[in-house]
């Protein structure tokens, strides 16, 4: 079974500065998806950026970008000139191409924006 | 709809009742998913739906719980004789396709408070 590791409970920053958060998975899969959602205090949930294992190309989607190292399995979040809107509970979660059922979560990572 | 919805928001039941929880994904979408999330933690896959059929329900904890999709679009999560343990919130995500790409958008769940 696949595993997703978040080591960080909680991270902070300065608004306009940058912050990375980490993941590690565990997989003996070579092909899958990698996935970054944010919960807001709404408790919704809000894909922020995904990435294709097949693809050696980071990931960016306007200030959020990924570093994936698929040797390492590991797959951190930067956010760059963070933004108050950014506060949020950050979730990794995995997804299996074989098998694509459910998405496979980290225990989350609490980002606090200080202004 | 818009978005994918979810009944009731809010539930407080009493241990030994029986609750139905409704899902109402986006207009077309084929896929669908029940994940639960307890309080500070990510969300954990429960079953999945292609169409009406339960593709998947190996998260699903135990013969109390229970899923169907029978006409292919609203969905229902069914536990039965409920436990203080099952208060979570429960999640509904929708998908168009069910590919491992796709992007699922989840619902803003429901709150189950088993007394």
Same mark, same amino acid.
């Given at each position: 079974?696949?595993?997703?590791?978040?080591?960080? *409970?909680?991270?902070?920053? !300065?608004?306009?500065?940058?912050?990375?958060?980490?993941?590690?998975?565990?997989?003996?899969?070579?092909?899958?998806?990698?996935?970054?959602?944010?919960? *807001? @205090?709404?408790?919704?949930?809000?894909?922020?950026?995904?990435?294709?294992?097949?693809? !050696?190309?980071?990931?960016?989607?306007?200030?959020?970008?990924?570093?994936?190292?698929?040797?390492?399995?590991?797959?951190?979040?930067?956010?760059?000139?963070?933004?108050?809107?950014?506060?949020?509970?950050?979730?990794?979660?995995?997804?299996?191409?074989?098998? *694509?059922?459910?998405?496979?979560?980290?225990?989350?990572?609490?980002?606090?924006?200080? @202004? | 709809?818009?978005?994918?919805?979810?009944?009731?928001? #809010?539930?407080?039941?009493?241990?030994?009742?029986?609750?139905?929880? %409704?899902?109402?994904?986006?207009?077309?979408?084929?896929?669908?998913?029940?994940?639960?999330?307890?309080?500070?933690?990510?969300?954990? =896959?429960?079953?999945? =739906?292609?169409?009406?059929?339960?593709?998947?329900?190996?998260?699903?904890?135990?013969?109390?719980? $229970?899923?169907?999709?029978?006409?292919?679009?609203?969905?229902?999560?069914?536990?039965? %004789?409920?436990?203080? %343990?099952?208060?979570?919130?429960?999640?509904?995500?929708? $998908?168009?396709?069910?590919?491992?790409?796709?992007?699922? #958008? =989840?619902?803003?769940?429901? %709150?189950?408070?088993?007394?």
């Amino acid at each position: 079974a696949q595993t997703v590791t978040q080591s960080q *409970p909680e991270m902070s920053v !300065q608004e306009a500065e940058t912050v990375t958060l980490s993941c590690t998975y565990d997989t003996s899969e070579s092909d899958y998806y990698l996935f970054w959602y944010k919960q *807001p @205090p709404s408790r919704q949930m809000i894909l922020v950026i995904r990435q294709e294992a097949y693809k !050696q190309q980071n990931a960016t989607e306007n200030r959020f970008s990924v570093n994936f190292q698929k040797a390492a399995k590991s797959f951190s979040l930067k956010i760059s000139d963070s933004q108050l809107g950014d506060a949020a509970m950050y979730f990794c979660a995995y997804r299996s191409a074989q098998k *694509p059922w459910g998405l496979t979560f980290g225990e989350g990572t609490q980002l606090t924006v200080n @202004p | 709809g818009a978005g994918v919805s979810q009944s009731p928001r #809010y539930k407080v039941t009493k241990r030994g009742q029986d609750v139905a929880l %409704r899902c109402d994904p986006i207009s077309g979408h084929v896929s669908l998913y029940w994940y639960r999330q307890a309080l500070g933690q990510g969300p954990e =896959f429960l079953t999945y =739906f292609n169409y009406e059929a339960q593709q998947d329900k190996s998260g699903l904890p135990n013969d109390r719980f $229970s899923a169907e999709r029978p006409e292919g679009s609203i969905s229902t999560l069914t536990i039965q %004789r409920t436990e203080q %343990r099952d208060s979570a919130m429960y999640r509904c995500a929708s $998908s168009s396709s069910g590919g491992a790409m796709d992007t699922q #958008y =989840f619902g803003p769940g429901t %709150r189950l408070t088993v007394l």
